[in-house]
């Protein structure tokens, strides 16, 4: 059985948000589509192959006991004569993570098991919520100062809104600030109104991201890192057939399962070779063990 298509909506209350609860919303879902008839309702959940999950609740469907008969029960679904429970509600079910989603989790997953990332993290945010309240401050001071070519520096930078945030918005946030971090780094120290912030917790934040010398390897390292999961990731949603943001509408979109291996051997390997080169010379503002470990948590 193939059924291409949405489910039905339907809406569920916070009783209904643990698993057993969302078995019952899914397989509600499937008597609105296929009727009231156990056979079907069996069958329907006998083909169920795989499940892509964000590895929240969902997650656990595909192991969950079987709750057809329970569920056929509760809403007045007949069983027919000698019905017999299933081992699972969809035995042949396997969780299937969504292809934006594991990269996603890589990027997390590579950057959270660093000691160095959290304080990183924290420095970011600062310096973005620096230019995001700021930058037209900035600006017009460099604009009346005569220095209008480092002004438009700076007014060329796109940053995403923290409303958006989340893994893969990490590679746009710091391939934007390092185009301009140097720049911003050389300038800071002349802007006047730097003297007339309200909130001392922000300028020392970011005095002391300004003042790290690790941070510009750690900004380099996590760039090149979100470009590569970035890139992986980004050609996932494509198709073999048309050239990238060529003909958004093709039917064939995200369709690469059969060549996801070969590209993704190809581009690891890659990958692992350029970070293998790595020397201190690479990153001058850290210890020898922070390009060791870059090289290693690259390979992981």
Same mark, same amino acid.
């Given at each position: 059985?193939?059924? &291409?298509? !949405?489910?039905?909506?339907? $809406?569920?209350?916070?009783? *209904?948000?643990?698993?057993? =609860?969302?078995?019952? #919303? +899914?397989?509600?879902?499937?008597?609105?589509?296929?009727?009231?008839?156990? &056979?079907? !309702?069996?069958?329907?959940? $006998?083909?169920?192959?795989? *499940?892509?999950?964000?590895? =929240?609740?969902?997650? #656990? +469907?595909?192991?969950?006991?079987?709750?057809?008969?329970?569920?056929?029960?509760?809403?007045?679904?007949?069983?027919?004569?000698?019905?017999?429970?299933?081992?699972?509600?969809?035995?042949?079910?396997?969780?299937?993570?969504?292809?934006?989603?594991?990269?996603?989790?890589?990027?997390?997953?590579?950057?959270?098991?660093?000691?160095?990332?959290?304080?990183?993290?924290?420095?970011?945010?600062?310096?973005?919520?620096?230019?995001?309240?700021?930058?037209?401050?900035?600006?017009?001071?460099?604009?009346?100062?005569?220095?209008?070519?480092?002004?438009?520096?700076?007014?060329?930078?796109?940053?995403?809104?923290?409303?958006?945030?989340?893994?893969?918005?990490?590679?746009?946030?710091?391939?934007?600030?390092?185009?301009?971090?140097?720049?911003?780094?050389?300038?800071?120290?002349?802007?006047?109104?730097?003297?007339?912030?309200?909130?001392?917790?922000?300028?020392?934040?970011?005095?002391?991201?300004?003042?790290?010398?690790?941070?510009?390897?750690?900004?380099?390292?996590?760039?090149?890192?979100?470009?590569?999961?970035?890139?992986?990731?980004?050609?996932?949603?494509?198709?073999?057939?048309?050239?990238?943001?060529?003909?958004?509408?093709?039917?064939?979109?995200?369709?690469?399962?059969?060549?996801?291996?070969?590209?993704?051997?190809?581009?690891?390997?890659?990958?692992?070779?350029?970070?293998?080169?790595?020397?201190?010379?690479?990153?001058?503002?850290?210890?020898?063990?922070?390009?060791?470990?870059?090289?290693?948590?690259?390979?992981?």
């Amino acid at each position: 059985m193939l059924f &291409k298509g !949405l489910f039905p909506l339907v $809406s569920i209350g916070r009783p *209904m948000l643990k698993v057993v =609860g969302k078995c019952f #919303s +899914l397989l509600w879902q499937i008597y609105l589509m296929v009727g009231p008839h156990y &056979k079907l !309702l069996e069958e329907f959940t $006998s083909c169920v192959v795989s *499940m892509t999950v964000d590895f =929240g609740t969902e997650k #656990s +469907l595909p192991g969950i006991a079987d709750l057809l008969p329970s569920f056929c029960l509760y809403i007045g679904v007949p069983l027919p004569k000698g019905c017999r429970k299933r081992t699972k509600t969809f035995p042949r079910a396997i969780v299937a993570p969504g292809w934006h989603h594991t990269w996603d989790g890589l990027v997390r997953r590579g950057l959270t098991s660093t000691e160095w990332f959290p304080v990183f993290l924290r420095q970011v945010k600062g310096v973005l919520s620096f230019f995001r309240h700021h930058l037209p401050e900035m600006e017009d001071e460099l604009v009346r100062k005569g220095h209008r070519m480092v002004a438009q520096i700076f007014k060329s930078i796109e940053l995403e809104n923290f409303a958006k945030w989340r893994w893969n918005t990490l590679k746009k946030v710091v391939c934007e600030l390092v185009k301009v971090y140097a720049t911003f780094k050389v300038w800071y120290p002349t802007f006047e109104f730097v003297a007339g912030l309200r909130d001392a917790s922000e300028a020392q934040l970011l005095k002391d991201t300004l003042a790290s010398k690790s941070f510009v390897d750690q900004l380099k390292y996590t760039c090149w890192l979100t470009s590569w999961m970035g890139d992986i990731d980004k050609w996932g949603g494509g198709c073999p057939c048309c050239a990238p943001g060529e003909n958004p509408d093709c039917r064939f979109k995200g369709r690469r399962l059969m060549e996801a291996f070969s590209h993704l051997e190809c581009e690891c390997n890659a990958a692992i070779l350029e970070a293998e080169s790595w020397g201190p010379s690479d990153f001058p503002g850290s210890p020898p063990d922070f390009v060791h470990s870059c090289v290693g948590q690259s390979a992981v």
